[in-house]
């Protein structure tokens, strides 16, 4: 049974297979017919009209022309369109690296100046907007300083608008009624311009300025220059933060010890203080009209007070002149009766030294002229030599006050010049990187405590000889050079 199965199942696949072969051999013969045909049609074709090689060699020129002119456009557009989110991403991954606040501010410049012509940073700081550095697309490598570039933040430019405001601007340049001012002081002739603040801690610190040549659509990315902006003024407060640690865990220096640092300081500053001679001639006293001392301070041996004293008489034209060293001809200080006793504590130590290092004095050789004494009457700064007046005060005050304001501008001067003689290549650095605070901020700001305790209150209330000194002394007249983070002056300095 089984035999006959498979014979009759082989059969029907043999036959299966001859009907499917018979199918494709008519195909096939019906192919090859139209083949044939088509070839016969063909060769009539072409002997009734011959190809022309001129013909084909256009048509393929045309081609070629079409698909280079397809691929030229495709790169045009590709390079008129604006940078892509690559760019932002590396930019603010280079700021977030950065551990100090100069850095992030220099990494700012370099990011934001792949979306701009030209990019420079303005620092906010009593009530000025100050030019910091500028950095332009053709290279931005150089980083160059612009710190005599100044706005108040009262003029109508694009960089003070936006820091008043608080927020970004953008616009066509010249269309604020002092932007003619910023042009002539950055250069060139931008066509649009933008600004965008970095506020840290609720405050504008700083302005990123920007500007193109082109006026199109896509000639400066906002969107990229507020996102850089954020970034950094977040990496700014973070530093400021990471630098600040380290400062509140020290202990407040004692008194004493915050007193021996000017003293060892005037020893060994030179410019501001030259010793006097020890030949010190009877003549040269009556030149000057007097030495005076403060008072309770006359060395042991002192001739008796017997000495007549002149009456007290007002005096307006003649400044009081201070002994730079004890000299063997050293006068009396007679002591003024109408004097009273200071209300407010001096650095009393630095005279001690001077009192007990004197040696007896010689008899007064000249009548001395009465001292005229404030209510706080002992000086704060270093001595001065015989004959030199003090220069002239920024600010107004009356001839009672002049004498606090000139000991306090002196006092401020050997406590930064202390700062410059023990830090000459962290100042050095600081210049030249513009971050003079965040270098010595453990410095300043222990001679700033310094300065708040020995000046008399009445004087710090109207200037800030301390600040004035930091610019003049260490920043060299250009506060942008002390820093991002620098706090500015305690009170307005004209």
Known sequence: MSEELEHSLQQAIETYLNDRLRTIDEQLSRLQTEVSEALARLRESSTAQSLDGSTVSAAIFAHLQTARGQRLSGATAASSAPPDAAHIKRAIQEIAAQQSQTDVLKSLLIGAVEFADRVALFVTKNDQAIGWRVCKASDPANLEMIGGVSLPLSAETIVTRAARARAPLSGSAHADSEDAVLMDQLGGSPAVVAAV???VRGKVVAVLYADS???GANAINSDALESLAGVASMAVNLVSIQHAAPVQQQPVPA?????SQPQAAESAYEPEVEPATSAVATESVDEVSRVTQPLDSRPEGAAPESVSVAPPVTVHAQPVVEAAEPTSAAVEE???PTAEAPSYTAPADQIENVAQTAPPPSPPVAEPAPVFTS???TPLGSARRFGVSEPELPIEVSEDERRLHNDARRFARLLVSEIKLYNEPKVREGRSNGDLYDRLREDI?????MYDKRVAPPVAARHDYFHQELVNTLAEG???KLGLSYPGAA???S
Request: no cysteine; net charge negative.
């Open 213 to 215: 040549t082109s006026a």
């Open 375 to 377: 209510q706080y009457s």
């Open 478 to 480: 250009d506060v942008a």
């Open 445 to 449: 700001d222990r001679s700033r405590q």
């Open 197 to 199: 603040p970095l506020i």
């Open 255 to 259: 008194t004493e010890t915050a007193v």
């Open 491 to 493: 009170v307005g300095v």
């Open 334 to 336: 007679p002591q003024s």
